[in-house]
Nanobody, 115 residues
Framework: QVHLVESGGGLVQAGGSLRLSCAAS????????MGWYRQRPGKQRELVAT???????NYADSAKGRFTISRDNAKNTVSLQMFSLKPEDTAVYYC?????????WGQGTQVTVSS
């Protein structure tokens, strides 16, 4: 099993920045994918960004150029640095650990962007 804990959410003005962090613990295997998804009000959970253990990244179009995903394999953490936040970025952001048979999710952290 894998346990994920997110932190760093909050309330910011449009144009502001936030850094989200996620710490993973449990049955962590070396070759894995971690990432961030978000769920905006009334909408389905959607990809923000993913990153492999070797550092290969994948971003949603909405995140490209504004968000940066990174990880620290030694600490089993993944972060999402968000710049130029927009009101439409308001969502609960979830950390993902992609296991062999199962996707593990954190509890989510709220990001609210005011205009």
């Amino acid at each position: 099993q894998v346990h994920l804990v997110e932190s760093g959410g909050g309330l910011v003005q449009a144009g502001g920045s936030l850094r989200l962090s996620c710490a993973a613990s449990g049955s962590i295997f070396s070759n894995n994918i971690m990432g961030w998804y978000r769920q905006r009000p009334g909408k389905q959970r959607e990809l923000v960004a993913t990153i492999t253990s070797s550092g290969s990244t994948n971003y949603a179009d909405s995140a490209k150029g504004r968000f940066t995903i990174s990880r620290d394999n030694a600490k089993n953490t993944v972060s999402l640095q968000m710049f130029s936040l927009k009101p439409e970025d308001t969502a609960v952001y979830y950390c993902l650990f992609r296991g062999r048979w199962y996707d593990y999710w954190g509890q989510g952290t709220q990001v609210t962007v005011s205009s």
